[in-house]
């Protein structure tokens, strides 16, 4: 079964920029979707943003479109999360998953078990 691991979180002050990496131990179908989710501290899991394995389409929601940034590498079977412009408020673990298709995974509708994620802490 294909495992991802998260990383490149940390503490960063508001404003600030973060990359973080998802590294899929293999590959799934080309036909999927990768995505970047988040929970925050007393709040449920949330959907940011997807990517198609194939075309490399984007999608993202509403709280993070236009600061944050998602992007692949097919080659290293790696998907990428880009944060401008951190703010308190997106203090959370983040997390990638696999969904198979984008509709799924903007629901999380996704196929492989939950990681530990990568903490991100934006102080104010």
């Known amino acids: 079964q294909v495992q991802l691991v998260e990383s490149g979180g940390g503490l960063v002050q508001a404003g600030g920029s973060l990359r973080l990496s998802c590294a899929a131990s293999?590959?799934?179908?080309?036909?999927?979707?990768m995505g970047w989710f988040r929970q925050a501290p007393g709040k449920e899991r949330e959907f940011l943003a997807g990517?198609?394995?194939?075309?490399?389409?984007?999608y993202y929601t509403n709280s993070v479109k236009g600061r944050f940034t998602i992007s692949r590498d097919n080659v290293k079977n790696t998907v990428y999360l880009q944060m401008n412009s951190l703010k308190p408020e997106d203090t959370a673990v983040y997390y990638c998953?696999?969904?198979?298709?984008?509709?799924?995974?903007?629901?999380?509708?996704?196929?492989?078990?939950w990681g530990q994620g990568t903490q991100v802490t934006v102080s104010s």
């Open positions: 998953n696999v969904g198979p298709s984008g509709a799924a995974v903007r629901i999380m509708g996704v196929i492989l078990p």
């Open positions: 990517i198609s394995w194939s075309v490399g389409s984007t």
């Open positions: 293999g590959r799934t179908s080309s036909t999927h979707h």
